[in-house]
């Protein structure tokens, strides 16, 4: 099944509804916006749907969320992706999974290890894909660094810096994050 997803042509539609999305509907207003709001929400849903590698029934899709050109991107049902976030272009996101605003998560970083070049100058070291499993709460202006597994059942308080992975159902807050007890 994998492999079949990987080898998808990216044709027309898929450019449309990127450029539908970044020009026009990630400028929408919020979700949440009284009479509009779940209009604004259903047309983003509708253009990640046409863009995303696998997009499942999701439940909200807020304005702007920054995802690159987004085509290997892996999203569950039933999961909701807050204000403001910024994602990389190939994160897997299981079902049910609440993300909160202003999210960051970083998919590769830059190298330093040579002297002789400035910091800026030297490539990025090789992406990490992150992957946030089933039934997941990320909270709010949470930061997720490259190559990062958010386990099944995992809470992510609001403000964290995850360094690390931890166990299933774990509590996890602080900077850097750390287990705050099991569920």
Known sequence: MDEMLNNRK???C???????????ATHLPDSYTPI???WCNWLRIVCVRHIF???GKIYTFNRKVKFGLGQDIQIGDF???GANVDMPHDIVIGSHVMLGRQTHIFAANHTFDRKDVSMNMQREVHRK???IEDDCWIGLRVIILPGKIIRKGSIIG???VVTKNFEEYSV???NPAKLIRKR
Request: contains cysteine; aromatic residues 24%; positive net charge.
């Open 172 to 174: 996890i807050g602080g």
């Open 158 to 160: 609001a403000g964290a």
């Open 129 to 131: 894909r992150i992957i």
């Open 79 to 81: 999961s909701g992706i």
């Open 10 to 12: 990216i044709g027309l």
């Open 14 to 24: 898929y450019y449309f509804f990127l450029f539908l999305y970044y020009i026009f």
């Open 53 to 55: 590698l696998k997009c």
């Open 36 to 38: 509009i709001g779940k």
